[in-house]
């Protein structure tokens, strides 16, 4: 069956004018196809942020073409953007972002609230989602009351509230120890299972990368290796320390050790 | 790099940060400065700028001394806090809590000095401007440039002091702030929680004072005047510190309409705003309601002059007593330097005898019809004719001709037995208030002769006065007539065993001079006094965005990945500035205006005037400056968020 991908990234180039030019990604390509769980791994400067930008329409590639659901962003204006963007992509970043003043339910209701919801379907999606993801009790706390897992979880259930067809993950387990890391990781793996949800995230921690379909590595922006999950995590884990010890080293500085 | 040079650089490297604070400390030093050159110069005492401005220029310096102070600590500890993980690196490296109050110390003198030194440079500049404009008001011949220590000295002592004073509170502030918080920056505070109870209390001090401000005005009671401002006060202060957020916390349980678009987001900031700002929020609206009221003020000054030819029909007016011995000399004496000014004026002499009314049984004061309409001729008002038997009220205000209008009384002038219908009221304000009484009538001249027994008990020198009346056409060119024997009614008017010439003069040119000049120069004191004021709290503002920066920079980076477009964002940077921004000013625009009502009754009721248009020009031009300053502010701020 032909399946049609949800994003697109098509020889997408991004080049920073300033004092001094920058390319930081080069002619990079890549589809990700409905209910995938996508991990983009790469050393730091290698362009993941950027790419990430560039697929939440933050920023424009310079170069190139992305789709989303066979949108092309760089056909909108501003404002249409912005509506993309509330209703079809959700956000989760590595220090959660929760606004200080808002308690943890008034946070996962903001994408609604920018989309003028129904006061009862909202009070509705936050019950349900903060049943399913253990935040009942918390719902009136502010997020300086909250440990780091519990207002990761938050920040989980507000990229979830509006039912978007992408959630982007930028570190998300970048601020929290292994345990609250484990968590939440079953938490993403189990939604992209159970609710078909596509999520692509940037990671640096190779146990979280473990948990995708699919690890993308990507290096001084341009594609490096791909590999996809098998049946246990700890031999796909295995495959993708061999891969970053060979981005971390770097192919020619192996290659030359063994000449001298 | 020495300890010294470290502290200097960061001020110097800071400076944009610094640069809205440094202007408002140095245009605040600059007014103080120019105030004290006038209130020191060799000569100016009470008599040339009389002692209500003098009282106000006082006042003005203190208040700004005061208002600096406020201001500067605020700002210093707004911009410390910004700075917490700067210091946190410090202390880490190994700085000492000596060194960083040394630190502190340093940083806040050079900004002091160097605004004390830039202020008063600049001060000095304007001070020969701001004589000139002086002298010009005041009609002085000269208002020389000097130079003495006094002015250099107060102005470098209050602000030094200041300075001192602020340094070392902020550093104590500081202190007790600082703790484990120093890496994470400054996450919210402790912060007291807001009370039911003193919600109440806040809102209903708030409306007895308000009552007790119309009370107070009811019963013309100084004291009750004085206690009800103390009211509204704390009022003022609960009202920021629980009344409102207990009211936008009740709110927010209210999901229907909070939940509602971006109002989550908003609201929650306003509460935190005014939570987090009480003080500031209660001293702007308490200088806001002070400036409002000083407008108000003005304005019943400005109007007591646009409405002064209305209340002084007449040039000048000298009443004698029938055994005064000046008389004639004075007489002579004015129409003399009237003919030297080449003034025309027209003079008209009456007799007014004092008899007793059956009706009242009081006193009552009786003028002669051919000598009034002599007056009435020359002012181009109609005449007045009554026959035998006939009289008319004189209106001793405006109020009086529409309540005298249809009141008839039948009377007998007891002494002479002359029966009298009075039954009209003279439809113009003739007199000014304090020569007539308010019992006084006009009656035909067949009747008036008939006057023979002076008012029982006196002599008919006792009983009677005269009274002339100079109309002069151009009366605001009067004020070099009279002016020794206005200096008598003046001096013996401070008599206080009372009153004991035998004559009394009123010379309409003179006093609108004198008004004129208070008038104009305290508008020029509340003018400069507004400006720093304004500058102060606008750079507050902006100073305060610039401390909060990163984290504004960060919320709406949230929030546009979140899909919040343009028009959204500006709009809730509305909502975020504009509690900041009006907030104080809307409660001291309420404040001022009960006030303001309650004094225009009373005005009104004293003086016959009100002051309602004046305050309104007054509170729209101010309204206009504030919303203008607020674009400007909003313009930058939006700016700032953008660029990241």
């Given at each position: 069956?032909?399946?049609?991908p949800?994003?697109?990234?098509?020889?997408?180039?991004?080049v920073?004018?300033?004092?001094?030019t920058?390319r930081?990604?080069?002619?990079?390509?890549?589809?990700?196809?409905?209910?995938?769980?996508?991990?983009?791994?790469?050393?730091?400067?290698?362009?993941k942020?950027?790419l990430?930008?560039m697929?939440?329409?933050?920023?424009?590639?310079?170069?190139?073409?992305?789709?989303?659901e066979?949108?092309?962003?760089?056909?909108?204006?501003?404002?249409?953007?912005?509506?993309?963007?509330?209703?079809?992509l959700?956000?989760?970043?590595?220090?959660?972002?929760?606004?200080?003043?808002?308690?943890?339910?008034?946070?996962?209701?903001?994408?609604?609230?920018?989309?003028?919801?129904?006061?009862?379907?909202?009070?509705?999606?936050v019950?349900?989602?903060?049943?399913?993801?253990?935040?009942?009790?918390?719902?009136?706390?502010?997020?300086?009351?909250?440990?780091?897992?519990?207002?990761q979880?938050?920040?989980?259930?507000?990229?979830?509230?509006?039912?978007?067809?992408?959630?982007?993950?930028?570190?998300?387990?970048?601020?929290?120890?292994?345990?609250?890391?484990?968590e939440?990781?079953?938490?993403?793996?189990?939604?992209?299972?159970t609710?078909?949800?596509?999520?692509?995230?940037?990671?640096?921690?190779?146990?979280?990368?473990?948990?995708?379909?699919?690890?993308?590595?990507?290096?001084?922006?341009?594609?490096?290796?791909?590999?996809?999950?098998?049946?246990?995590?700890?031999?796909?884990?295995?495959?993708?320390?061999?891969?970053l010890?060979?981005?971390?080293?770097?192919?020619?500085?192996?290659?030359?050790?063994?000449?001298? | 790099m020495?300890f010294?040079?470290f502290a200097?650089?960061?001020?110097?490297?800071?400076?944009?940060?610094?640069?809205?604070?440094?202007?408002?400390?140095?245009?605040?030093v600059?007014?103080?400065?120019?105030?004290?050159?006038?209130?020191?110069?060799?000569?100016?005492?009470e008599?040339?700028?009389?002692?209500?401005?003098?009282?106000?220029?006082?006042?003005?310096?203190?208040?700004l001394?005061?208002f600096?102070?406020?201001?500067?600590?605020?700002?210093?500890?707004a911009f410390?806090?910004?700075?917490?993980?700067?210091?946190?690196?410090?202390?880490h490296?190994?700085?000492?809590?000596?060194?960083?109050?040394?630190?502190?110390?340093?940083?806040?003198?050079?900004?002091?000095?160097?605004?004390?030194?830039?202020?008063?440079a600049?001060?000095f500049?304007?001070?020969?401007?701001?004589?000139?404009?002086?002298?010009?008001?005041?009609?002085?011949?000269?208002?020389?440039?000097?130079?003495?220590?006094?002015?250099?000295?107060?102005?470098?002592g209050v602000?030094?002091?200041?300075?001192?004073?602020?340094?070392?509170?902020?550093?104590?502030?500081q202190?007790?702030?600082?703790?484990?918080?120093?890496?994470?920056?400054?996450?919210?505070?402790k912060?007291?929680?807001?009370?039911v109870?003193?919600a109440v209390?806040?809102?209903?001090?708030?409306?007895?004072s308000?009552?007790?401000?119309?009370?107070?005005?009811?019963?013309?009671?100084?004291?009750f005047?004085?206690?009800?401002?103390l009211?509204?006060?704390?009022?003022?202060?609960?009202l920021?510190?629980?009344?409102?957020?207990?009211?936008?916390?009740?709110?927010?349980?209210?999901?229907k309409?909070?939940?509602?678009?971006y109002?989550?987001?908003s609201?929650?900031?306003?509460?935190?705003?005014?939570?987090?700002?009480?003080k500031?929020?209660?001293v702007?609206?308490?200088?806001?309601?002070?400036?409002f009221?000083?407008?108000?003020?003005?304005?019943?000054?400005?109007?007591?002059?646009?409405?002064?030819?209305?209340?002084?029909?007449?040039?000048?007016?000298?009443?004698?007593t029938?055994?005064?011995?000046y008389?004639?000399?004075?007489?002579?004496?004015?129409?003399?330097?009237?003919?030297?000014?080449?003034?025309?004026y027209?003079?008209?002499?009456f007799?007014?005898?004092?008899?007793?009314?059956?009706?009242t049984?009081?006193?009552?004061?009786?003028?002669?019809?051919?000598?009034?309409?002599?007056?009435?001729?020359?002012?181009?008002?109609?005449?007045?004719t009554?026959?035998?038997?006939?009289?008319?009220?004189?209106?001793?205000?405006?109020?009086?001709?529409?309540?005298?209008q249809?009141?008839?009384?039948?009377t007998?002038?007891?002494?002479n037995?002359?029966?009298?219908?009075?039954?009209?009221?003279?439809?113009?304000?003739?007199?000014p208030g304090?020569?007539?009484?308010?019992?006084?009538?006009?009656i035909?001249d067949?009747?008036?002769?008939?006057?023979?027994q002076?008012?029982?008990?006196?002599?008919?020198?006792?009983?009677?006065?005269?009274?002339?009346?100079?109309?002069?056409?151009?009366w605001?060119?009067?004020?070099?007539?009279?002016?020794?024997?206005?200096?008598?009614?003046?001096q013996?008017?401070?008599?206080?065993?009372?009153?004991?010439?035998p004559?009394?003069?009123?010379?309409a040119?003179?006093?609108?001079?004198?008004?004129?000049?208070?008038?104009?120069?305290?508008?020029?004191i509340?003018l400069?006094?507004?400006?720093v004021?304004?500058?102060?709290?606008?750079s507050?503002?902006?100073?305060?965005?610039?401390?909060d920066?990163?984290?504004?920079?960060?919320?709406?980076?949230?929030l546009?990945?979140m899909?919040?477009?343009?028009?959204?964002?500006?709009?809730?940077?509305?909502?975020?500035?504009?509690p900041?921004?009006?907030l104080?000013?809307?409660?001291?625009?309420?404040?001022?205006?009960?006030?303001?009502?309650?004094?225009?009754?009373?005005?009104?009721h004293?003086?016959?005037?009100?002051?309602?248009?004046?305050?309104?020009?007054g509170?729209?031009?101010l309204?206009?400056?504030?919303?203008?300053?607020?674009?400007?502010?909003?313009?930058?701020?939006i700016?700032h968020?953008?660029?990241?």
């Open positions: 069956m032909n399946r049609v949800i994003l697109e990234v098509k020889d997408v180039t991004k920073y004018e300033g004092k001094v920058h930081a990604i080069s002619q990079l390509s890549l589809d990700v196809e409905k209910g995938e769980f996508l991990a983009i791994m790469g050393p730091s400067g290698s362009g942020t950027t990430l930008n697929i939440s329409t933050i920023d424009a590639p310079t170069a190139g073409e992305i789709m989303i066979g949108i092309r962003p760089a056909t909108l204006t501003k404002m249409e953007l912005a509506h993309l963007r509330r209703r079809k959700g956000f989760i970043f590595q220090d959660f972002h929760l606004l200080q003043m808002l308690t943890l339910e008034e946070n996962i209701i903001v994408p609604l609230t920018l989309d003028h919801y129904d006061v009862d379907e909202m009070q509705k999606r019950t349900a989602l903060a049943n399913s993801l253990g935040l009942t009790d918390l719902l009136t706390k502010r997020p300086n009351e909250i440990s780091g897992g519990q207002a979880r938050t920040a989980i259930a507000r990229a979830l509230i509006h039912r978007p067809s992408i959630i982007l993950a930028d570190e998300p387990t970048g601020n929290l120890d292994s345990h609250m890391s484990r939440v990781l079953e938490l993403l793996s189990n939604i992209n299972q609710q078909q949800a596509t999520i692509i995230m940037v990671t640096h921690d190779p146990i979280a990368a473990s948990y995708c379909d699919r690890v993308l590595f990507i290096k001084d922006g341009q594609f490096f290796n791909e590999i996809y999950k098998d049946e246990r995590r700890q031999t796909f884990f295995q495959r993708i320390l061999n891969v010890s060979l981005l971390g080293g770097g192919v020619g500085d192996l290659s030359s050790i063994r000449l001298s | 020495t010294r040079q200097y650089r960061n001020v110097i490297r800071n400076s944009r940060i610094y640069a809205a604070f440094f202007m408002a400390s140095c245009f605040s600059l007014v103080f400065f120019i105030y004290s050159m006038l209130l020191f110069h060799p000569n100016i005492d008599s040339v700028l009389g002692v209500m401005s003098l009282l106000g220029m006082v006042v003005a310096e203190i208040i001394a005061l600096s102070l406020f201001f500067l600590y605020y700002s210093m500890n410390l806090e910004a700075r917490a993980k700067e210091f946190g690196v410090l202390f490296l190994g700085m000492d809590e000596r060194q960083f109050g040394r630190l502190i110390f340093l940083e806040t003198m050079l900004i002091g000095f160097t605004s004390i030194i830039v202020g008063i600049f001060g500049a304007f001070t020969r401007f701001f004589f000139m404009i002086v002298r010009e008001i005041l009609h002085l011949d000269e208002l020389h440039m000097y130079v003495a220590w006094e002015p250099f000295l107060l102005t470098v602000f030094t002091s200041a300075f001192m004073v602020i340094a070392y509170a902020s550093i104590v502030t202190k007790e702030r600082r703790t484990i918080h120093l890496l994470r920056g400054h996450d919210e505070h912060q007291r929680p807001v009370t109870r003193r209390l806040g809102l209903s001090f708030i409306i007895c308000y009552i007790g401000m119309f009370i107070g005005v009811k019963l013309e009671n100084l004291a005047i004085i206690i009800v401002p009211f509204g006060i704390v009022g003022t202060y609960y920021f510190s629980d009344t409102l957020p207990y009211l936008l916390e009740r709110f927010r349980l209210q999901k309409y909070y939940w509602r678009s109002s989550v987001i609201l929650s900031e306003t509460i935190q705003t005014i939570r987090a700002n009480v500031m929020f209660f702007i609206t308490l200088v806001s309601t002070l400036t009221l000083t407008i108000g003020v003005l304005a019943s000054v400005s109007s007591y002059t646009t409405q002064y030819e209305r209340l002084n029909p007449l040039g000048m007016v000298y009443k004698s029938i055994d005064n011995p008389e004639q000399q004075h007489i002579a004496s004015l129409r003399n330097q009237l003919e030297l000014d080449r003034l025309s027209n003079l008209s002499r007799t007014v005898i004092q008899q007793t009314s059956s009706y049984k009081y006193e009552v004061e009786v003028f002669r019809e051919s000598e009034i309409n002599h007056l009435l001729f020359s002012l181009g008002y109609p005449l007045v009554l026959s035998q038997g006939e009289a008319m009220f004189i209106p001793y205000s405006e109020d009086a001709i529409s309540d005298l249809n009141y008839t009384v039948r007998v002038l007891k002494e037995s002359i029966p009298l219908v009075i039954d009209s009221v003279y439809p113009e304000f003739i007199f304090n020569f007539v009484s308010s019992n006084s009538i006009i035909s067949e009747d008036f002769i008939k006057i023979e002076p008012l029982i008990g006196t002599t008919f020198e006792q009983s009677a006065y005269r009274l002339y009346t100079f109309d002069v056409p151009q605001m060119e009067l004020e070099h007539i009279g002016v020794a024997i206005d200096a008598m009614v003046e013996e008017s401070a008599n206080s065993l009372g009153y004991d010439l004559f009394y003069f009123e010379n040119g003179l006093n609108y001079s004198f008004v004129l000049a208070t008038y104009s120069l305290f508008t020029l509340v400069l006094v507004a400006a004021f304004l500058l102060a709290a606008g507050f503002v902006y100073f305060k965005m610039y401390a920066l990163e984290r504004i920079q960060k919320h709406f980076d949230v546009r990945r899909g919040l477009t343009d028009g959204e964002l500006h709009r809730l940077v509305d909502r975020h500035l504009m900041q921004f009006f104080p000013w809307l409660v001291a625009l309420v404040h001022s205006t009960i006030v303001l009502i309650s004094f225009n009754v009373l005005l009104e004293l003086v016959n005037i009100t002051i309602v248009d004046e305050v309104i020009i509170f729209v031009v309204i206009t400056i504030q919303i203008f300053y607020y674009y400007l502010i909003r313009w930058r701020y700016a968020i953008k660029s990241n």
